[in-house]
């Protein structure tokens, strides 16, 4: 079965910090991972995805990626109050033969930003 | 552009009964999947539409079934509750026509007492 690894936190750190979010995944042929964000008694909200190895920015946000060890990063920069969430790594599995696709998620990391 | 809808956001049952819940994809998005999510499994993969046909299932007892309309609406069905189907179900649209990345619906959170 395929799993997905996070470390639960709570992660805290100061606002304007970075912050740092990990993730390792099981199946070495999983092409496409995702970091989305869940603030409490809300849905999860897509917030990066990368596909290739290496690093990945989009404002605030930097994905990283490292297939050979089966490892994928969220880093904040400038930590927010409005960061404080729970972020969940996920990864995409594709059927190419059903053509179908299912997310794997982790548990997910909880971060909390002191401002 | 509308996102994902889903209805009802709540609903409390009585153990034995039965569910519908339902999702209606991004506008284009032919691809919805649905997604239970408890404190202690987390996320968990229940099945994916496309077309109307179910391509791909969870790990999850028959109790648990779904179906998908030709305008890419969707219905999962929870028979015969339990208390352990109390969770939030989350449904997910993908565009497969662009390979992009999926989207959540609100979630329908279930209460089974």
């Known amino acids: 079965q395929k799993e997905v690894e996070q470390n639960s936190g709570p992660l805290s750190v100061p606002e304007g910090a970075i912050a740092s979010l990990n993730c390792t995944y099981s199946d070495r042929g999983s092409q496409s991972f995702f970091w989305y964000r869940q603030y409490s008694g809300k849905s999860p909200e897509l917030i990066m995805f990368?596909?290739?190895?290496g690093d990945k920015e989009d404002g605030r946000f930097t994905a990283q990626l490292n297939k050979a060890s089966q490892y994928v990063s969220l880093l904040i920069r400038d930590s927010q109050p409005s960061d404080s969430a729970t972020y969940l790594c996920?990864?995409?599995?594709?059927?190419?033969?059903?053509?179908?696709?299912?997310?794997?998620f982790g548990k997910g990391t909880k971060l909390s930003v002191i401002p | 552009k509308a996102g994902v809808t889903q209805t009802p956001r709540y609903l409390i049952k009585t153990r034995g009964q039965q569910v519908t819940l339902s999702c209606s994809p991004i506008s284009g998005h032919r691809s919805v999947s649905w997604y239970q999510q408890t404190p202690g499994q987390g996320l968990q993969f229940l099945f994916e539409y496309f077309s109307e046909t179910q391509r791909n299932k969870g790990n999850f007892p028959g109790r648990f079934s779904g179906r998908q309309f030709s305008n890419s609406r969707s219905e999962m069905n929870v028979s015969t509750l339990e208390l352990g189907d109390s969770a939030l179900y989350l449904c997910?649209?993908?565009?497969?026509?662009?390979?992009?990345?999926?989207?959540f619906g609100q979630g329908t959170r279930l209460t089974v007492v």
């Open positions: 996920a990864v995409e599995d594709i059927d190419s033969g059903a053509g179908s696709y299912q997310l794997t």
């Open positions: 997910a649209s993908k565009n497969w026509i662009v390979n992009t990345e999926a989207f």
């Open positions: 990368i596909y290739s190895n």
